[in-house]
């Protein structure tokens, strides 16, 4: 048996057996960030995500400050999912030798702004060199309120599945990317800088993990049909998605139009658009929209709600419909 054939997520499963947290006062392998008591009222949150080249990124295609910015990005996008704050950040990276210092400069001065930005500072790391590939690895901390963090596990059926930005603008830039699209129109920069420079919702997160009707949350990094599934499985719940409901950018929908991709397929399937997946209870939902609108002058975006089914359905013009494509699977088939 190879690992292509169990996939990512069967392999992380067969990792988190050894190592049960259930019972303990330790949250380990299983949510966005691991989780465990600092102080009576804080906990103290860790989450780490490796980046490698021609597999995240592909080194002609992202400049160096942009790919710095998002190594790190990705790990506070996972501080943000549990409502935290990030405290320190630990850089691992793996460098061929033949690499101009010029652009690691460039590179190292994406993380700089964005962990001043971010309030995160570098304390530490690992450097060695590569047979070829660049290799950044960063493993962040944060804390958050004890009593305000959010979980996976939380989702109750009847909740409103909410996001807190729009989708596939990240996975419609990676296309053009791939497609080696000359990148001449705004639209096109402006997707593919979505993919390149993700903007942690650190904000929004914390702002959500202040309300209790907010039941659970993670940040949107495999597309939210795959990531639906994690809430589900932590929360032993159903979900149904409105397909008509996904909140696209116009910038998309032109985009879509002109190159004929499906753009619903992109929004639902398509990773890496690090927005925030909430669920909220179904009586609270419009109190709290009007307030993420006040605070963020953007909506909060209903997308679906929670059943108590256990599976996953989409829906179209009010008749359940399938979907053809997953979510992402670093295993799985191409
Ligand atoms: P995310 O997309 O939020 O970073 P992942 O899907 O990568 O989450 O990981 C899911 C969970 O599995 C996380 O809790 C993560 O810490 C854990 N995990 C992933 N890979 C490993 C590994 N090699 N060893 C231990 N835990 C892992
Ligand atoms: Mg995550």
Redesign the pocket.
């Known amino acids: 048996m190879r690992l292509a054939e169990i996939g990512e997520f069967n392999l ?1 499963e067969r ?2 057996r050894v190592f049960e947290t259930a019972g303990s006062e330790v949250l380990g ?4 960030c ?1 989780v465990w008591d600092l102080d009576r009222d804080h906990v103290q949150l860790a ?1 780490t ?1 490796l980046l490698i080249e021609n597999r995240h990124f592909l080194r002609q295609a992202i400049s160096p400050r942009d790919l710095g910015h998002k190594s790190l990005a990705v790990n506070l996008s ?1 501080i943000a999912a549990m409502g935290g704050t990030p405290t320190a950040a630990f850089l691992s990276i793996g460098l061929p030798g033949d690499l101009e210092v010029a652009w690691w400069d460039d590179c190292f001065d994406g993380i700089r702004a964005l962990s001043e930005s971010s309030g995160c500072p570098l304390l530490g790391g690992d450097t060695t060199r590569s047979h070829g590939d660049i290799v950044i690895n960063f493993a962040v901390l944060g804390t958050a309120e004890k009593s305000r963090v959010k979980y996976r596990s939380g989702a109750k059926p009847g909740d409103v599945i909410a996001v807190t930005g729009c989708l596939g603008d990240s996975a419609g830039g990676l296309r053009l990317l791939l497609d080696n699209d000359p990148l001449e129109m705004d639209d096109h920069r402006a997707l593919v800088n979505v993919h390149h420079r993700p903007v942690p919702h650190l904000k929004e997160g914390r702002w959500l993990a202040g309300h209790p009707e907010v039941h659970a949350m ?2 949107v ?2 597309g939210v049909d795959s990531d639906i599934r994690h809430v589900m499985k932590a929360s032993s719940v159903g979900a149904e998605i409105d397909l008509d409901r996904l909140p696209v950018s116009d910038r998309l929908g032109r985009t879509a139009a002109q190159m004929g991709w499906a753009v619903e397929e992109l929004a639902v399937a398509g990773g890496e658009d690090y927005v925030l997946l909430c669920t909220v209870a179904a009586s609270a939902f419009d109190r709290l929209a009007n307030g993420f609108q006040e605070e963020f002058n953007r909506p909060l975006y209903a997308i679906g709600t929670m059943t108590g089914s256990h599976q996953r359905s989409y829906r179209r013009g009010g008749n359940v419909t399938a979907l053809k494509s997953a979510g992402f699977d670093h295993f799985g088939a191409p």
């Open positions: 992380i990792i988190r392998i299983g949510d966005d691991a989450t995500d996972d993670l940040d990094s495999d």
